[in-house]
């Protein structure tokens, strides 16, 4: 079973940036997704952006392409999401998860094929 520990978030004023960490703990990313995901008070959760660790690909939804970067580091242990020129829309819990490693490509930003998630860390952007 994968533990997947998320850390980074904060308050944060418009058009700042934070980083927000990944941990798989006490193991390495066995998936083929990891992704982050985000869930605003009354919304749905929504996809954020992905990580395939085969290749080093990268997806984005609309709203966050351009000021949002997923990474790894090499060992495997730690995703990250570094986020800057924050909005207000963007205040929600945002969450990492992983697939059981044999998700397809397709299902990257479809939230119930993920097997394994973090406990969530809240992001608030104040105006």
């Known amino acids: 079973q994968v533990q997947l520990v998320e850390s980074g978030g904060g308050l944060v004023q418009v058009g700042g940036s934070l980083r927000l960490s990944c941990a798989a703990a006490?193991?390495?990313?066995?998936?083929?997704?990891t992704s982050w995901f985000r869930q605003a008070p009354g919304k749905e959760r929504e996809f954020v952006a992905g990580?395939?660790?085969?290749?080093?690909?990268?997806y984005y939804s609309d709203s966050v392409k351009g000021r949002f970067t997923i990474s790894r580091d090499n060992a495997k242990t730690t995703v990250f999401l570094q986020m800057n020129n924050l909005k207000p829309e963007d205040t929600a819990v945002y969450y990492c998860?992983?697939?059981?490693?044999?998700?397809?490509?397709?299902?990257?930003?479809?939230?119930?094929?993920?097997?394994?998630w973090g406990q969530g860390t809240q992001v608030t952007v104040s105006s």
């Open positions: 006490g193991s390495t990313f066995s998936s083929r997704f």
């Open positions: 998860a992983a697939d059981n490693g044999r998700m397809i490509l397709s299902s990257v930003r479809l939230g119930e094929q993920y097997r394994h």
């Open positions: 990580l395939r660790w085969s290749g080093g690909n990268t």
